[in-house]
């Protein structure tokens, strides 16, 4: 059975400094996950291979609908690809951290550059400069974002 536990936040929300309390409720198992969680090799190679199959999946998925209603490939095409979009729902689920938002976060790091090379595989679309840079910053940005230290806070 899992326990719960109460989190009081306080804010100060008016100009008299009249605070406000906001209390929120969580597992103790997802409240502490992130902060007794510590990467190793293995476990950053899995989060970027799920990441990697999670864009394969999301954007195949999506490339297969695209054809099929833009450009009248056959209707199974469409079908295919909302298959696949199912599941590329359930990939994310088997990180190796509990955090959602951090993972759906990180996530769109990897789906930008990964879009890019997707259209250059698929349909020839070669990135530009622009392209190739701001996929550079958004990877170390989410980067930065998942392989953070954290500890109590």
């Avoid at 879009?115 to 701001?134: E, N």
Wanted: proline share 3%.
């Amino acid at each position: 059975m899992m326990k719960q536990h109460m989190t009081a936040l306080t804010t100060n929300n008016d100009t008299m400094g009249a605070a406000t309390t906001t209390t929120t409720t969580m597992n103790d198992e997802s409240a502490a996950s992130d902060d007794s969680f510590s990467w190793s090799a293995l476990t950053v190679l899995q989060a970027v291979a799920l990441f990697v199959a999670a864009s394969f999946a999301e954007i195949g998925g999506g490339w297969l609908v695209w054809k099929a209603i833009r450009e009248k490939k056959p209707y199974w095409w469409a079908i295919l690809g909302s298959l696949v979009l199912v599941v590329y729902g359930f990939i994310p689920t088997l990180q190796p951290t509990d955090s959602f938002g951090r993972i759906y976060a990180v996530y769109g790091g990897f789906f930008i550059v990964m879009s890019f090379l997707a259209g250059w595989w698929w349909d020839g679309d070669r990135p530009d400069i622009g392209d190739v840079v701001g996929g550079l910053v958004s990877l170390v940005g989410v980067c930065l974002i998942m392989f953070w230290p954290r500890g109590k806070q």
